[in-house]
């Protein structure tokens, strides 16, 4: 298999959040959906002109690879994020997309690989059932995922996290 860089997993992944997110969300005033791996999420809330949705935008000191925002015609603000890797993911990396959805409190957290994840990640979610590890808000958790590259998709048997 051919090496491929995270980068070039950004656009697809993109453009799949933004489908998931209009799935997800009805009466939609707007989305935006962005690379966000070289600038922080206060700037880019800055640049949608967003800032008035979120009062604790200014604290959103942070890079993830991609973010999205969802502006509901009610006024309010949906945020997802996706952290990228192309090795398999791990617990570290785990913890690196827990720190990020802490301190940005979206709706939506995935960590995405197109090599999936790691035999101890697995162990110790589904073996061990320790499903407390993915959680990072109230009855929000962080959503483990293998991209598909041949249907530029994250499907549902290739999802680690549990559903409820």
Do not use: C
């Amino acid at each position: 298999m051919t090496k491929i860089r995270e980068s070039q997993l950004y656009k697809p992944i993109r453009e799949w959040l933004v489908s998931f997110l209009k799935r997800k969300y009805r009466n939609i005033k707007g989305i935006w959906v962005d690379d966000t791996s070289k600038i922080t999420i206060d700037n880019f809330i800055l640049r949608k002109k967003l800032t008035s949705y979120i009062s604790y935008w200014s604290a959103l000191k942070v890079s993830v690879d991609i973010t999205g925002a969802v502006l509901k015609n009610d006024g309010s603000l949906h945020l997802a994020i996706v952290e990228v890797k192309t090795r398999k993911i791990n617990l570290r990396d785990l913890s690196q997309v827990i720190g990020y959805a802490k301190v940005i409190k979206p709706d939506y957290a995935f960590i995405i690989s197109p090599n999936g994840w790691s035999k101890i990640l697995k162990y110790l979610i589904l073996d061990l059932q320790r499903t407390d590890v993915l959680e990072y808000d109230s009855k929000k958790k962080i959503i483990i995922g293998k991209w598909d590259m041949v249907s530029n998709s994250l499907r549902a048997g290739d999802i680690l996290t549990p559903k409820e």
